[in-house]
T-cell receptor, first 115, second 117 residues
Framework: DQQVKQNSPSLSVQEGRISILNCDYT??????FLWYKKYPAEGPTFLIS?????DKNEDGRFTVFLNKSAKHLSLHIVPSQPGDSAVYFC??????????????FGKGTKLSVKP | DTEVTQTPKHLVMGMTNKKSLKCEQH?????MYWYKQKAKKPPELMFV???????INESVPSRFSPECPNSSLLNLHLHALQPEDSALYLC????????????????FGSGTQLSVL
């Protein structure tokens, strides 16, 4: 049973426009969420995170929004650039010890930004 | 230094071979992880070492044998693998043994692409 779901396997966006990547979770004990970006044949790199006491966190072109009641988060990239083309993984954790404190990953969304 | 270094980057092995994957970090992190990732799938946790002790083994077959010689090094010994074990093997580290605070994150290496023939 997937606890973290990324229902869109892929997303194609024009350069300069907004990219919105979505993530849903089922475990209400999750209180910490992270986004990782992965290029082919490389390891995932940390992008941005948000804790459950916030509903928004911003870092440059990247903003993550959290809707706890809907158990939904989204990553916004504005403006999108061709170098943003990668697979984006959503991950969640229960910092109170559930899931043994480990990150639970979604299946990823492949973002393609076209020039 | 915020790097996790993995060697080799690529490995091809037969089903009767014995090989080892290596991982190193110098960030002073006390937890190190092995993940397996197949194409179009999320990283799948295999093992966690916390303060050099094996704290999690996610029911991984015994043909995979982890070793943590010290807090900076992590090995994964491979023996009698099957073709379905072909995957990207990722090492990661975090400052503590689990994600228990809102500042924690995993730092990943670039992985070893393993092919079992």
């Amino acid at each position: 049973d997937q606890q973290v779901k990324q229902n869109s396997p892929s997303l194609s966006v024009q350069e300069g426009r907004i990219s919105i990547l979505n993530c849903d979770y089922t475990n209400s004990m999750f209180d910490y969420f992270l986004w990782y970006k992965k290029y082919p044949a490389e390891g995932p790199t940390f992008l941005i995170s948000i804790s459950s006491i916030k509903d928004k966190n911003e870092d440059g072109r990247f903003t993550v929004f959290l809707n706890k009641s809907a158990k939904h988060l989204s990553l916004h990239i504005v403006p999108s650039q061709p170098g943003d083309s990668a697979v984006y993984f959503c991950a969640a954790s229960d910092t109170n010890g559930g899931s043994q404190g480990n990150l639970i990953f979604g299946k990823g969304t492949k973002l393609s930004v076209k020039p | 230094d915020t790097e996790v270094t993995q060697t080799p980057k690529h490995l091809v092995m037969g089903m009767t071979n014995k090989k080892s994957l290596k991982c190193e970090q110098h960030m002073g992190h006390r937890a190190m992880y092995w993940y397996k990732q197949k194409a179009k799938k999320p990283p799948e946790l295999m093992f966690v070492y916390s303060y050099e002790k094996l704290s999690i083994n996610e029911s991984v077959p015994s043909r995979f044998s982890p070793e943590c010689p010290n807090s900076s090094l992590l090995n994964l010994h491979l023996h009698a693998l099957q073709p379905e074990d072909s995957a990207l093997y990722l090492c990661a580290s975090s400052s503590k043994g689990a994600i228990t605070s809102w500042n924690e994150k995993l730092f990943f290496g670039s992985g070893t692409q393993l092919s079992v023939l």
